[in-house]
Every structure is written in structure tokens, then in C-alpha cells.
């Protein structure tokens, strides 16, 4: 009996959307359901069947708006979050603790930053060892100066190590 309910909502649903209006919010308020009801329905083949019917034949799909604020990416406060999320990387902070860290320097929430990190590949496009590499190569530019003057091999070494003793 209750699957029934459902497949005349559904039905019913469908033809309000081929013969009246598109608009899902309307259809959700309507028909007494949540928009995500909607189009969990419009995705069935019940759906499919019942537009077939009503022998409707334009755009079967709802246009969903983007759930992304990509203003609010875009802004100040997000290349901020970028500079400090690569910062912490830097210094060597564990991955799991960036995002709370930025978060709170910034007064973000820690779901944001990191689905910002997720979503614009703050981490693929950086590489911890590499990096740490570098940091090498650099000490080892100066370490030559340092390695001539304590080999064990030469002669003033060899002095200083009798004097010592």
C-alpha cells in the first residue's frame, strides 16, 4: 500500500513537471516532499515511465544549482587559507593537522579548508620529499667547506687529532 502512495506521488510528480512547471522547488512544496526527494525520484525509472506516458518529450532533467560558492573561493580569504595550508606543509606539520591549524588561524571551519585543499589539489601538486630535498641540496652547498677542513685524510687534521690526545 505504501509503495503504491509512493509510485502515484511519483506519477503525480511527473506530470506536474510536464504539464505545469519545472521548478522543483515548486513541485517539492507541491507534493509535500523535500527537493532531494525529487530528484532521488526523477532519477527512477517510474519517472522515465510516467513522462513516456505523458508523451513528454523536452529536457528530463532538473537544473540543480551549484553547491559550490565559488565567490567566496575566489576571494581574499581563500588564497590566504592556500599560503598558510602550503605554509604548514613546509614546516613540516602532519597532514591530518593542517586543515584544524589553518582553520583556526583564520577563523574557518576545519571542513572547509579542507575540502578546499581536497577539491583544488593543495596537496597532489606538493611534494613533502622533494621539498625536503631541497632543504638538503642546500645544506650540502655549504657542507663541502665543512668536509675539506675536518677530512681525516689530510695532513692538519691528522696534527690536530695527536694534539688532542
Keep these: 500500500m505504501r509503495q503504491r502512495r509512493l509510485l502515484v506521488k511519483i506519477h503525480s510528480a511527473a506530470f506536474y513537471f510536464s504539464h505545469i512547471s519545472r521548478d522543483v522547488n515548486e513541485i517539492a512544496k507541491r507534493f509535500g516532499v523535500s527537493v532531494d526527494a525529487i530528484y532521488k525520484w526523477a532519477k527512477t525509472s517510474?519517472?522515465?515511465?510516467?513522462?513516456?506516458?505523458?508523451?513528454?518529450?523536452?529536457?528530463?532533467?532538473?537544473a540543480?544549482?551549484?553547491?559550490?560558492?565559488?565567490?567566496?573561493?575566489?576571494?581574499?580569504?581563500?588564497?590566504?587559507?592556500?599560503?598558510?595550508?602550503?605554509?604548514?606543509?613546509?614546516?613540516?606539520?602532519?597532514?591530518?593537522?593542517?586543515?584544524?591549524?589553518?582553520?583556526?588561524?583564520?577563523?574557518?571551519k576545519r571542513q572547509r579548508v579542507y575540502q578546499w585543499a581536497k577539491r583544488y589539489g593543495w596537496r597532489e601538486g606538493y611534494d613533502r620529499s622533494s621539498n625536503r630535498q631541497e632543504k638538503v641540496s642546500n645544506l650540502t652547498g655549504s657542507l663541502p667547506y665543512l668536509t675539506e677542513r675536518d677530512d681525516p685524510n689530510t695532513e692538519e687534521s691528522n696534527e690536530r687529532d695527536k694534539t688532542a690526545k
Design 46 to 62: 517510474e519517472w522515465e515511465f510516467a513522462l513516456d506516458v505523458f508523451n513528454y518529450a523536452g529536457e528530463r532533467e532538473f
Design 64 to 108: 540543480r544549482r551549484p553547491r559550490r560558492d565559488t565567490q567566496r573561493d575566489a576571494g581574499e580569504v581563500f588564497e590566504n587559507a592556500r599560503d598558510a595550508y602550503l605554509k604548514a606543509m613546509d614546516a613540516g606539520v602532519p597532514v591530518r593537522k593542517i586543515a584544524t591549524i589553518v582553520a583556526k588561524s583564520l577563523g574557518l
